[in-house]
């Protein structure tokens, strides 16, 4: 039973993506995903100056606080639905994302 | 002694120089001849255009005489006249810059305040909303106590390029002008960049109005 579930969690983890999302020119590159569940997004920052990334949505809420030029940070999609991924301090930033199960 | 004060003020008004002469000679190298800050000046903040400034002709003479730093600015280097240029000087200079370049904005202010009122329930949770706005986005790059101490500003000193965010305990706008100057951003009121980023594609003009109401309230000196 043991082997059966680490094997399942290997596989699930294995399935899981991890998408790069670059924040460039003061936008967000995508500005829309389609992603699943488990799935992680990843936040460059090629701007000369910082970002925020953040959502306010209930199910999947993060914040990743200041992130200096250069630097990347991951966060986990943990629900399915479709909400919004802001910069704290630049207001014309904005992704759509699709989660799915 | 009222004919001798009279007598000692005399050299100030015969020695003054008119607003357009001084503009001409210290103002426009920065701002350029016609107001419109087209000079090709190299400085990391570049120099306002004054016809899109959002400053009223006695807020005008503050700055001038003073220097925005004494409101405020940490980057931007309009410097002190006071010892430069006596008071009627730059009353006159004021009075130069607003009637030739920005003579509506009086009225360019008044016609961009909402008129709709807000209920008197509304008006009570402002403060609350205000606050709640300005510590989740204002305090990013202005600081909890909106000094221009935050975070933003320590990961970004090192670039010589990085303009630092204004230190809004000493601001010289008044609620109405935080409202539209955080509203329509600082492009819109002459700086050559969004430095201050348009928030109206964020908020509605009733939480605009909490956060300048809190600014005002909570934050100014």
Not at chain 2, 167 to 196: E, H, P, R
Request: charged letters at 25%.
């Amino acid at each position: 039973m043991k082997t059966f579930i680490a094997t399942l969690l290997i596989i699930t983890s294995l399935q899981a993506k991890d998408y790069v999302v670059d924040q460039k020119n003061k936008t967000f590159m995508p500005g829309e995903m389609h992603v699943k569940v488990g799935d992680t997004i990843t936040f460059k920052n090629s701007d000369p100056f910082s970002h925020n990334a953040y959502t306010d949505d209930e199910d999947n809420e993060f914040d990743i606080g200041m992130q200096a030029t250069g630097t990347e940070k991951t966060v986990k999609i943990k629900k399915a639905g479709e909400f919004h991924i802001e910069c704290a301090i630049h207001p014309n930033m904005l992704i759509k994302v699709k989660v799915d199960e | 002694m009222k004919k001798f004060l009279l007598l000692s003020l005399l050299p100030l008004f015969l020695f003054a120089k008119d607003g357009k002469t001084i503009y001409a000679e210290t103002c426009a190298s920065c701002h350029g001849e016609n107001g419109k800050a087209e000079t090709g000046v190299k400085l990391v903040v570049k120099p306002r255009s004054l016809h899109k400034s959002i400053l009223t002709k006695k807020q005008m003479f503050q700055i001038i005489k003073h220097g925005a730093h004494d409101f405020g600015a940490r980057s931007d280097i309009m410097p002190s006249f006071k010892y430069v240029y006596n008071d009627k000087e730059i009353e006159s200079v004021a009075n130069y810059i607003s009637n030739s370049f920005n003579s509506n904005i009086k009225k360019k202010l008044k016609n961009l305040l909402p008129t709709q009122n807000i209920s008197v329930e509304k008006q009570k949770k402002m403060l609350s909303i205000g606050k709640n706005i300005f510590q989740k986005r204002c305090a990013k790059c202005h600081g909890i106590r909106g000094d221009g101490e935050s975070e933003y500003v320590e990961m970004s000193k090192a670039n010589s390029k990085f303009i630092y965010p204004y230190n809004l305990q000493k601001i010289l706008l008044t609620q109405n002008q935080i409202f539209l100057f955080s509203k329509y951003g600082s492009k819109y009121w002459g700086a050559n960049k969004n430095n201050m980023p348009a928030w109206l594609v964020k908020y509605n003009d009733y939480e605009l109005k909490s956060v300048a109401k809190y600014i005002e309230e909570k934050i100014k000196n």
